[in-house]
């Protein structure tokens, strides 16, 4: 349980996502009081934010980042591999004299391995959900930055978002603390494509078009990542494309229709291939921020 409170005063299949890591001091919040005690306080969050909210309050703020930079079909895919993330979390001294911080990690996900560095990478400092810790001293209204490196094993379901809690404990009272949440997508860019008869609504058996009639694809993509709350380290999809290939199996309209001038995308993303006798389209979209999705559409009439 959390005692004190936050004030916020911050794909072909390829994609870069861009994290910020600058770590300026974050504003206080205010803080538990005993009686006849030292008054002890204490923020956890993203780098440079530790006063960040989440969408409940200040122990579900987050910094979000995937293991998986590709565009996902659906959630009945599995990662291939496992893969390591390295996250940075700032601590700050919320209280009213120097005090030492207990890092632990109260919840993470099956088969994943935590490891905490105070050091800036240098050496690593393994954490479990019952014995392990880390304990960091800070400074009466200072703050610091530790690393927490995740890995995550193989065989993760697609587009699902996997949660590990990082908490800070007062050592001068250990009821005061603060959680935090590295969160890790396996993958982040959904796509569901979808097509129909031009003029027939919801129509979708293509197999009985006759020759002439119209066909309009729709390629929809979001960014599934959350964006809730305020000060969280945020998942943005940047330079992101779209590709779209008559030829390449399973598809065959590359043969079987033709392209007919004018695909649109509602994000206002670079559209390359849009030409007669075109058999292959492709959309680049500069960015897709946290819950944002767009529609790529474009026509084919069938010979």
């Known amino acids: 349980m959390n005692n004190t409170r936050k004030y916020s005063p911050t794909v072909s299949l390829a994609m870069l996502v861009s994290l910020v890591f600058s770590c300026p001091l974050a504003p206080a919040k205010s803080i538990r009081t005993r009686e006849l005690t030292t008054v002890a306080g204490v923020l956890l969050g993203p780098c ?6 989440g969408p ?14 590709q565009i996902r079909i659906g959630r ?15 601590v700050e001294n919320a209280g009213q004299i120097d005090d ?30 019952w014995t392990s810790s880390v304990v960091l001293p800070v400074s009466y209204r200072a703050s610091t930055t530790f690393f927490v490196r ?3 094993p193989a065989g993760l ?19 005061v603390t603060n959680d935090t949440i590295d969160r890790l997508y396996a993958g982040f860019v959904r796509l569901e ?27 929809r993509y979001t960014n599934i990542s959350s964006a809730a709350g305020v000060g969280n380290s945020l998942l943005t999809a940047r330079n992101l494309v779209i590709n779209e290939n008559g030829n ?56």
Request: hydrophobic share 40%; charged share 20%; glycine share 8%.
């Open 56 to 69: 409940n309050g200040s122990d579900d703020d987050y910094s979000n980042a995937s293991i998986d930079n």
């Open 48 to 53: 440079g934010s530790a006063a960040a909210q």
């Open 150 to 152: 995740i890995t995550a």
């Open 157 to 175: 379901m697609v587009l699902t978002a996997y949660d590990t809690v990082i908490r800070a404990t007062s050592t001068i009272d250990p009821a």
């Open 100 to 129: 030492a911080y207990i890092i632990t990690t109260p919840s993470l996900p099956p088969a994943f391995t935590v490891e905490v560095s105070t050091d800036f990478g240098e050496h690593y400092t393994p954490l479990d959900r």
């Open 76 to 90: 009945d895919e599995l990662t291939a591999t496992a893969a390591t993330v390295v996250f940075r979390n700032t």
């Open 193 to 219: 494509s979808a097509v129909s008869l031009v003029g027939l609504e919801g129509a979708s058996d293509i197999s009985k078009a006759l020759p002439g009639s119209e066909i309009e694809f729709a390629v």
């Open 248 to 303: 390449a199996a399973p598809n065959n309209w590359g043969t079987t229709t033709e392209h007919i001038v004018g695909a649109s995308d509602n994000q206002g993303g670079y559209i390359v291939g849009d030409r007669e006798g075109s058999t292959s389209l492709s959309l680049v979209v500069t960015m897709l921020e946290p819950g944002q999705s767009g529609v790529f559409r474009f026509k084919r009439k069938i010979k």
